[in-house]
């Protein structure tokens, strides 16, 4: 019932290609020359550069990091504390407007 339908095959001529002139002949083997070793050249070392520069700008980024860090879940830890009290007032003005409502 569920069979797949598979598409006719393709049908490729089957002729063989019979090369008419005979391979050329392969030349001997002849093993590579042996390595010469490399010359390194000797230059003059470059003076070195300075690396406190690089120090103090990185020190300054990290200082940076934590001071934005700090800053950020000082500004998360005031949005909750501000989203608790509103709750907490929620409940209580529910419950004083249950109250009056029921005394009437």
Same mark, same amino acid.
């Given at each position: ?5 598979? $598409? !006719?095959?393709? #049908?490729? @001529?089957?002729?063989?290609?019979? =090369? *008419? ?5 392969? %030349? +001997? /083997?002849?093993? $590579? !020359?042996?390595? #010469?070793? @490399?010359?390194?050249?000797?230059? =003059? *070392? ?5 690396? %406190? +520069? /690089? ?14 860090? *700090? ?34």
């Amino acid at each position: 019932m569920l069979r797949p339908r598979y $598409p !006719a095959p393709t #049908v490729y @001529p089957t002729t063989i290609v019979q =090369p *008419t002139a005979p391979p050329a002949a392969l %030349a +001997p /083997y002849t093993p $590579p !020359a042996a390595p #010469v070793a @490399p010359v390194y050249l000797t230059h =003059p *070392t470059p003076a070195r550069r300075p690396v %406190a +520069p /690089y120090v103090a700008a990185g020190a300054g980024a990290v200082a940076a990091v934590l001071v934005v860090g *700090t800053v950020l879940t000082a500004l998360l830890l005031a949005v909750a504390v501000t989203a608790l009290s509103l709750a907490v007032v929620a409940v209580v003005l529910r419950l004083l407007l249950n109250q009056t409502n029921q005394g009437r």
